[in-house]
């Protein structure tokens, strides 16, 4: 159901738009899933501005559509929330007034209340505002959509649902997929020549982890079926791909050392270690050069669907894999997804043991990243 909230700053359907302001607040994978409703506001308006948090920033930089990106960390959303204070939202009060969207659209996942951001966009002066909303909004919002929280649609159609709600749709030709901007960096000097794996064992909450000795038997399997390896991880990670990457060493094979850390690797069973080596573009093009990605939930496997990559998604159901899975592309979706844990949006697993990853065998992963992977020629 779509309605205009009651209150005096209701309103119909919006028409042509100016700056519109859209909001997806948390983390990267979240906002690149939010990037065909930003297309279709951008196909609709003057230019949009992103209003992401610190760990979202660097994949609003990469979508398609967006003009430029506010950054603020919201107390009500972040992982590690500081404390509500004056200053604090103040700060961000001053930024949307010099900003001066015409409308704002807040998207948010079923378990997120958009309404204390649109108070303070409603103080920021912004005159109307989008959101769905399962509470009552009184005057905060101009176009309340109320959807089904208990099906699970997913993420990408879910916001593009309420772009559409608003007045915007996709451009002719837009087939509603993630997307990134082109052209990304060169990173053959990094990961050398397309048709490698990509494998992304880090992870944002330790409840959506694969064990990493389970990784580094899969890195061992892929290199010893002459597959070549890069492993992805963010500089915080660089100790995790250090680990697993090196597990593959079996000892060096004719012409060169079987472990190239954040060098070009082009010789069948070659791993790469590139974690903390590349920016975020530079890890979009690393993915896009990969036959399948391997990633849990979280955000690399989203910048591999943005890409066009299959994805091997070792999946927790502590989210609904149907909501969060990879979207547009190719994707295995791995692991128990009747597990005890399903539905607790836990970020420590509640289960001793982990069991609905621990459980997922190294070949069963090998054999969907064979099943999904169309080796590449490189280009000369």
């Not at 099906?151 to 996709?170: I, N, Q, Y």
């Not at 009747?338 to 509640?350: E, Q, S, V």
């Amino acid at each position: 159901m779509t309605a205009p909230a009651k209150g005096p700053a209701a309103g119909g359907t919006a028409g042509p738009a100016g700056t519109v302001l859209v909001a997806r607040v948390d983390n990267a994978g979240d906002v690149l899933l939010a990037g065909p409703a930003i297309r279709a506001v951008a196909a609709g308006a003057r230019e949009v501005v992103l209003l992401a948090g610190p760990h979202g920033r660097a994949a609003g930089e990469l979508l398609p559509g967006v003009s430029r990106v506010i950054e603020w960390r919201t107390p009500w959303i972040d992982p590690e929330p500081q404390p509500v204070t004056g200053p604090h939202t103040a700060r961000l009060i001053r930024t949307v007034r010099r900003a001066a969207p015409e409308h704002a659209l807040i998207l948010t996942s079923f378990h997120q209340s958009p309404l204390p951001l649109a108070l303070l966009l409603r103080l920021a002066g912004v005159p109307r505002i989008s959101a769905i909303s399962t509470d009552y909004p009184g005057s905060l919002l101009d176009l309340r959509r109320v959807v089904d929280e208990d099906a699970d649609v997913p993420e990408a159609e879910r916001m593009l649902g309420l772009a559409r709600a608003a007045g915007f749709e996709l451009p002719p030709g837009d087939d509603g997929g993630l997307a990134v901007r082109r052209p990304l960096p060169e990173v053959r000097h990094l990961a050398g020549p397309p048709g490698y794996v990509a494998v992304h064992p880090g992870v944002s909450a330790p409840a959506r982890a694969w064990p990493a000795e389970s990784w580094s038997g899969l890195v061992r399997r892929l290199s010893a079926a002459g597959w070549r390896v890069v492993v992805t991880g963010s500089p915080g990670e660089s100790g995790l791909t250090a680990r697993i990457a090196g597990s593959a060493r079996t000892g060096p094979p004719a012409g060169g050392p079987r472990i190239q850390a954040g060098a070009a690797g082009g010789e069948p069973g070659t791993v790469v270690d590139l974690g903390g080596l590349t920016t975020f573009a530079e890890l979009a093009a690393v993915l896009a050069g990969a036959s399948v990605a391997v990633a849990a939930n979280t955000g690399p496997a989203h910048l591999a669907a943005a890409v066009g990559t299959p994805v091997v998604s070792l999946f927790a159901p502590v989210v609904p894999a149907a909501r969060w899975a990879p979207y547009g592309v190719s994707s295995a979706v791995l692991g128990d997804q009747d597990a005890p844990c399903r539905g607790t949006r836990a970020r420590t697993c509640p289960v001793p043991g982990h069991p609905c990853l621990s459980s997922v065998p190294e070949e069963q992963v090998a054999e969907a990243v064979r099943r999904l992977a169309v080796r590449q020629e490189a280009v000369v």
